[in-house]
């Protein structure tokens, strides 16, 4: 049998969160430099695999890497079944890159060491299998999974109001979760045989009634839509973000809220074609709102995370005007590179935030200024991920923008892609606004004298990121043909 | 015509005379040593229950007695889950038998196995005089058991209430059974359905007798079950009576209630269940019942400050969730009952065995001391909380499979007949109510790991207390994960009830 790669990627976390365990408690070197290297092999490993798949499968867009189907409940026809294609890859990949990164940002960690490292390592194991996993029930446990370690690392290591936002963030999801299981449940049992296997039920999706198609259609998306998340179910992202650690909140931005543009790429949008027809538009409504809404909310907070937080409502709102316009292939690679993108600047863009925070202890930006001029390399790299975030051209943030309007212009009404760009200055006012008051004018030299600069320690964490959103904002080439083959077919798949 | 005795084959009952034996050696070990013996009482008591164990595994199926002793699959299923609840009950009891009942220990240990074998005759019983036989040896002793804490009032108070509402839905169900041999001339469950399905198409006037029958046997069953409007009693004894007796009768007695009402209903009566709104059927009077149970169940425990209260309201919301089991009627329902019970006994019994290490320690139940255990014991923390994602269905913990089981014998049912698309809004109902369960079983992992000071109580636990706690840890995580074996056994069961097995 051949190496099983993408259990690998599920499974040297799972053994990484045991090992962590296993140390004894106050060998906080050890905890953590176990935790980075049980999380080094995935990020390897996944890194390969965009290699690889890129050489050997991209072309044709295939499903690649499969193992299994194995029985694992066969009284319940559950299977054990794994594969990746063109859209999981490039996930995995930023899972990969975000996980080791936010171990390494979370060497600042000072409080019950261990037990944050095992929550980590068991959150990278879930965001890594929902990628990979092709049984709906398979795919259930691993979305489910990562829910508990997510309310631990929020509820222990967060901030004020620390309880509030983890029970907020669990129920949310899980409420989501419910309407998902019903609908798994519609499609075992009206499909003959009976089956959990998302490549066959993608075939039986259309067969269905079209009320059934627009009920599973509802459910699936309700519950992707809360991890996105679309307005109006997002309300617990700001939330959240604003009390979890910083690690955690570049996963969450980072990896979670793409969980949800990925299994409606994968499961709602192939699988129900005659529902997607009818509601697509909608869709794309609601994606509009999330732009300009999010970005409006952006423009009005004081607090530097928050206005990331909302930021990132905002720029997932584009991913689902790009959903809405099912029909355009550029259109949908838009909103694939959306999501990359995303991942890695708002990655940063927390990151950075929790760096200012780890000195400074206030977010408040009316509370800083000038600071330009004490914390040049910092100011700098912030500078750089604010003009990513809007869309300035040379970064990865452009290129997606730039696809995703360009395909909707040509699938959507016009008039509604013309509102959405709105969005895209208003953008440019938050994040300005933003560096405005922090950076530049008067620096308050009594209060803010004793900063220091970025560390080496953290440039390590963001260094990675700039390469990797420079290199996709001056030549996308590659990444969008790794992508192609398999956007192609889903498109297809779409407009059956 | 000549009378014959019908075959009694005594083999078949072995395991409960053995245990019934051991119940008595029990006893007069304690006597005989002057009740001087501390632990060796529950050893041995944990030694009975285990030879039982093996005994039950060497007793293949069969029947004795004429038809009135059936070992068939379901039987021994929910026999294990008997011997599996009184095994767990008995181990974390020995922290209790060195303080609180230091005079009474045989009869303690001896009443849960005398209540044990009362639950596993009701298993086999195919024969509505013998099963209510069995009912009530499983209830008397536990009158007592509820009570034990003589000193205490709760205690008394839970004991006399679980008495007077025990006795009082015994009586309703002989009650309603009455009116079943008034119909069929028989007590024998497989003749009854036959002789009532030709009574009833012979005499079209049944259908009210019929009803009497059924509101009184459910109301009688309902409270074994502590299924809403029949539920008052719950939170009350648990919260009285010794923590372990807690946890015996959330599983045992309510494994028991079920056992009953399959036998009576998905099987005595499964003529009487129609996705039509029949006046004699049962199927939606349960299915109400199970919905107010879950509703109930899970709004009330969020309030509670007491954590065995709050199990008790969990306890109610768990039963609504397995009564959707029972009403969906097809070959998956009764197969996702057991299961869930199964799964439902390994979380609970280990809650609750950590609940009463905590309070041989401490002696407290309220759920605001256990404030920062995560610190102090992190291990037993850890474990709790397992528990309870595993009770509030979280995968890949065992409750979660139990659910999905659940929810998916409903799912079928609705989808194969429109009639039956009423069992959609079951499903809804279960779903949404689970949302609200994370909450207070989120609550106590939230006192436990996210307070910021520390919780001032070490917490030391016994062999038998950490060997049942890891019992149920295994079995949660086990069977959420690997759980083929007991579903293919939990499978069986549907065809010795003439459902088509799979």
């Not at chain 1, 070197?29 to 991209?58: E, K, Q």
């Not at chain 1, 100011?379 to 943030?397: D, E, K, N």
């Not at chain 2, 026999?79 to 008995?90: C, E, Q, R, S, Y």
């Not at chain 2, 919301?317 to 009403?327: D, F, L, N, W």
């Amino acid at each position: 049998m051949d190496f099983p790669i993408l259990s690998s990627l599920v499974f040297f976390p799972i053994i990484g969160m045991v090992a962590v365990m296993l140390l004894p408690k106050n060998a906080f070197g050890a905890i953590r430099w176990t935790a980075v290297g049980f999380s080094l092999p995935p990020l390897v490993i996944s890194a390969w695999l965009v290699f690889d798949y890129f050489v050997n499968f991209a072309a044709m867009g295939t499903m690649a890497y499969m193992e299994g189907p194995f029985d694992w409940i066969p009284s319940l026809n559950v299977q054990y079944l794994m594969g990746a294609d063109g859209i999981s890859v490039p996930m995995l990949a930023l899972t990969g890159l975000l996980s080791t990164i936010s171990l390494i940002a979370s060497f600042g960690i000072k409080e019950r060491v261990k037990e944050y490292f095992a929550f980590f390592l068991l959150l990278e194991a879930g965001m890594m299998g929902v990628f990979c996993a092709l049984d709906f029930f398979l795919f259930y446990v691993f979305w489910e999974i990562m829910l508990v370690p997510m309310y631990f690392l929020i509820g222990i290591w967060g901030g004020p109001r620390k309880e509030y936002a983890a029970i907020k963030f669990f129920l949310y999801t899980l409420f989501g979760s419910i309407f998902m299981l019903v609908a798994i449940l519609v499609m075992y049992f009206t499909s003959e045989p009976h089956s959990l296997n998302m490549l066959t039920l993608i075939d039986h999706g259309p067969t269905l009634s079209h009320t059934l198609q627009i009920v599973c259609f509802s459910f699936f998306f309700v519950a992707f839509a809360i991890k996105v998340p679309v307005w109006p179910f997002h309300t617990w992202l700001p939330v959240a973000h604003v009390v979890a650690p910083t690690a955690v909140s570049v996963i969450l931005a980072g990896v979670l809220l793409k969980m949800g543009t990925y299994a409606m790429l994968r499961v709602n949008w192939p699988m129900f074609p005659e529902a997607l027809r009818t509601l697509g538009f909608w869709i794309a409504i609601l994606g509009v709102i999330g732009i300009i809404y999010g970005a409006l909310v952006s423009l009005a907070q004081k607090d530097l995370k928050k206005l990331v937080a909302y930021s990132s409502v905002s720029h997932m709102g584009y991913c689902m005007l790009a959903l809405g316009a099912f029909s355009s292939v550029t259109a949908i690679a838009g909103c694939m590179f959306q999501m990359v993108s995303h991942g890695l600047i708002t990655g940063a863009l927390f990151l950075l935030v929790g760096v200012l925070y780890d000195r400074a202890h206030t977010r408040e930006i009316a509370a800083f200024g000038g600071l330009g001029s004490k914390l040049p390399i910092y100011t700098g790299i912030m500078v750089f991920f604010s003009m990513a975030a809007l869309g300035l051209p040379g970064m990865s943030g452009f290129v997606s923008e730039f696809m995703i309007f360009v395909g909707a212009f040509g699938a959507l009404n016009k008039v509604l892609v013309g509102i959405s760009i709105i969005g895209v200055v208003l953008g440019a006012a938050y994040m300005l606004r933003m560096v405005q008051h922090i950076f530049l004018g008067e620096f308050n030299l009594a209060r803010w004298g004793d900063l220091t600069d970025i560390n080496a320690r953290e440039l390590v964490t963001v260094v990675p990121l700039i390469i990797l959103t420079l290199v996709i904002g001056i030549y996308p080439k590659p990444l969008a043909n790794l992508m192609n083959g398999t956007l192609e077919h889903l498109v297809g798949l779409m407009s059956r | 015509m000549d009378f014959q005795l019908p075959p009694y084959d005594l083999k078949m009952m072995l395991p409960e005379i053995f245990l019934f034996l051991w119940a008595l050696v029990v006893f007069t070990f304690d006597l005989l040593t002057n009740r001087k013996k501390e632990t060796a009482i529950g050893y041995l008591t944990l030694v009975g229950i285990l030879i039982t164990g093996v005994l039950l595994a060497f007793t293949g199926y069969g029947r004795g007695f004429g038809n009135m002793f059936f070992n068939d699959p379901m039987a021994r299923f929910f026999k294990i889950i008997f011997l599996g609840a009184a095994f767990m009950a008995v181990g974390s009891s020995f922290g209790i038998l060195k303080q609180r009942i230091r005079n009474h220990r045989g009869e303690y240990f001896g009443l849960i196995l005398l209540s044990t074998v009362g639950m596993m005759f009701l298993a086999s019983s195919q024969e509505l005089l013998s099963l209510y036989i069995g009912l009530e040896l499983t209830t008397i002793p536990l009158f007592v058991l509820a009570a034990f804490y003589k000193d205490d009032k709760l205690s008394v108070e839970a004991g006399i209430k679980y008495f007077i509402v025990g006795a009082f839905s015994s009586a309703l169900l002989l009650y309603g059974i009455s009116f079943l041999y008034g119909m069929s001339g028989t007590t024998d469950i497989v003749q009854m359905k036959i002789n009532l399905a030709i009574t009833h198409l012979t005499f079209t006037n049944i259908g009210m007798t019929l009803v009497i029958a059924v509101v009184t046997m459910l109301a009688g069953i309902g409270y074994k079950l502590g299924l809403p409007p029949f539920h008052q009693w719950v939170p009350d004894v648990y919260e009285g009576s010794p923590t372990p007796v807690a946890a015996f009768l959330s599983i045992g007695s309510k494994a028991a209630g079920l056992v009953a009402f399959a036998k009576i209903f998905v099987n005595g009566l499964s003529a009487f269940h129609g996705p039509e709104m029949l006046p004699n059927d049962w199927g939606q009077l349960v299915a109400l019942m199970a919905i107010l149970a879950m509703v109930l169940g899970n709004t009330v425990a969020i309030w509670q400050t007491n954590i065995k209260r709050m199990l008790g309201y969990s306890s109610i919301a768990q039963a609504g969730y397995i009564m959707i089991g029972m009403v969906t009627m097809n070959v998956y329902g009764l197969s996702s009952v057991a299961f869930y019970m199964f799964a439902y006994m390994f979380a609970n019994m280990g809650a609750f065995a950590i609940v009463t290490v905590f309070e041989d320690k401490t002696g407290s139940t309220q759920i605001a001391s256990y404030r920062g255990l995560s610190k102090s014991a992190p291990g037993l923390s850890l474990t709790l909380a397992i528990f309870l994602l595993s009770l509030a269905g979280i995968p890949p913990l065992a409750g979660f499979l139990a659910k999905y089981y659940v929810f998916a014998a409903a799912v079928e049912k609705a989808n194969s007949a429109d009639s039956a698309s009423w069992l959609y809004w079951l499903v809804g109902v279960g779903l949404i109510t689970t949302v609200f369960s994370l909450y207070y079983y989120a609550n106590i992992i939230k006192q436990m790991y996210f307070s910021r000071e520390d919780s001032p109580y070490k917490i030391p636990v016994s062999a038998p207390a950490m060997m049942v706690i890891a019992i149920c840890l295994i079995g949660v995580i086990l069977f959420g994960v690997w759980p083929e074996p007991i579903l293919q056994f939990a499978g069986d069961i549907p065809a010795s009830f003439g459902f088509i097995a799979r």
